[in-house]
């Protein structure tokens, strides 16, 4: 079977990495979770203290760059690959509020998205990837043969990632998670690089009122019309 090259866009919480996951692993495809790139480079920046409290410092931040390694690593007890920073396992760190409140601000730097796109496209060179986030089908994979936009009423995002994060023991409220979901997805919509936009080709689908069964069959009946149009 041909190889071809996912991209899913669409905003916080719409459950985008829950289904590429899935998608990977029935391809035998990689999944890069491109959030967590821009999460692990901003726990960099809180844990060295270029963030305080509100503050960015983000001139000294930039001449750090050089610093920050990042790396996927397959767990085969997951079936998925998990992220590395500078050799140690950031999965579980990454997630927390305090790296959600911090993350777009972060995310919006011209310098850092050239450095995290230049990684995508080599992760993505052979194809047979799937890679989820905010630019993928309009800045690092504009190529790619199959763009899938997934929305969702906000409610539902902030409840899903509410009740993710109860689940991992976090104690948030849900208006933070709530406040936390609708200023990223603001920011990420109107900063100037690389805004979060549904491509003009990519497929959009509102996933408020989908099982997660329901999403993943979706999405692979789209990945077999895509590569049997191309064979
Ligand atoms: O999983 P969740 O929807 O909370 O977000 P994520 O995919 O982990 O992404 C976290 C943040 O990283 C986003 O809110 C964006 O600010 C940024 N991001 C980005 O700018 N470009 C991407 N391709 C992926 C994430």
Redesign the pocket.
Known sequence: MRNITIAI??????G??TIAKMVAKALGYIYV???????AV?LYAIQNNFIDYSDFHVSDFLGELDKIKLEFRFNPGLGYSEIFLNGENVERA??TMEV?NF??Q???IPEI?RR?VQL?HKMGENKAIV??????GTV?FPKAELKIFMTASPEI?AKR?FDELLSRGEKVSFDEVFRN?QE??H??SN?ED?P?IKANDAIEFDNSELSIKEQYQKVMRLVRMTIEDLE
């Not at 979770?33 to 999460?39: E, I, K, N, V």
Request: charged letters at 35%; zero cysteines; a positive charge.
């Open positions: 866009d669409g905003y916080s919480s719409t985008k990495s979770d491109s959030g967590a790139m821009y999460r901003t990454i997630r959600s993350v777009s972060v995310a919006v998205r995290m995508q890679m989820d986030g905010r630019d993928i690092v995002r990632r979901v990223r997805d920011i990420d900063r690389s979060l």
